[in-house]
């Protein structure tokens, strides 16, 4: 399996402009993790689903970001308008039965 | 409410030296504890984990971990470092009960190897 694939690795967008950050998790995976990674506040955990649906959003920042799971092969997180303090990477999990969550090589963002 | 504490933010030892990294966890059931190392650039790859089996738990790379419920820790250590180990090393915990399927993080030890 090639793994968690995360798209784009780099993105740079100006403030206010929107953002789309994509997931492909590990086939057979009914779990998909959406997190945050910034030297101030570490590694931030967004959003996660089970089977496609969304279980617990508590850690999104505002009503800037959303995210979503249309099938379980695909996810979204989205920002909408960006700001600069969004510039963070921005990593993705998947986990299957077992415990081990396995996170794709991240998105880079920078909100100028 | 689970939660981690990693204690030094950076740990410096010199190559052939041993690796001590230090994690102390909350939880208010019995935990399961990880250990993940992200090399630059690079997501989280799983090192080790523990899930109620066996104390001594033995990862990839020579690493391993001693779950001691008596002091809330989980230190990672390996005999000896190599310079490939350099890399930013986190403890994670979640609770073991069903339905809980986060993981807490730590704020990451940073692995420098000396030469």
């Known amino acids: 399996d090639a793994g968690v694939i995360q798209s784009p690795r780099h993105e740079v967008t100006e403030m206010g402009q929107e953002v789309t950050l994509r997931c492909k998790p590990i086939s057979g995976h009914d779990y998909l993790f959406w997190y945050r990674q910034t030297m101030m506040r570490g590694l931030e955990l967004l959003i996660y689903f089970n089977n496609n649906v969304p279980i617990d959003d508590s850690g999104m920042p505002e009503d800037r970001f959303s995210a979503k799971m249309p099938n379980a092969s695909f996810s979204t997180l989205k920002i909408q308008p960006s700001e600069p303090r969004d510039s963070a990477v921005y990593f993705c999990?998947?986990?299957?039965?077992?415990?081990?969550?396995?996170f794709g090589a991240g998105t880079r963002l920078s909100v100028l | 409410a689970q939660s981690v504490t990693q204690l030094g933010s950076h740990v410096s030892v010199s190559e052939g030296a041993l690796v001590l990294l230090r994690c102390n966890y909350s939880?208010?059931?019995?935990?399961?504890l990880f250990w993940y190392v992200q090399y630059p650039n690079q997501g989280l790859q799983l090192l080790l984990k523990?899930?109620?089996?066996?104390?001594l738990v033995k990862g990839i790379n020579g690493f391993e971990a001693e779950f001691k419920k008596s002091e809330t820790s989980f230190h990672l250590t390996k005999p000896s470092a190599h310079m490939s180990d350099a890399a930013e090393y986190f403890c994670?915990?979640?609770?073991?009960?069903?339905?809980?399927?986060?993981?807490?993080f730590g704020t990451g030890t940073r692995l420098t190897i000396i030469p």
């Open positions: 994670a915990v979640s609770e073991s009960n069903f339905g809980n399927e986060k993981l807490t």
């Open positions: 523990y899930t109620s089996a066996a104390t």
């Open positions: 999990a998947s986990r299957g039965s077992w415990d081990i969550q396995y």
């Open positions: 939880s208010s059931v019995p935990p399961y």
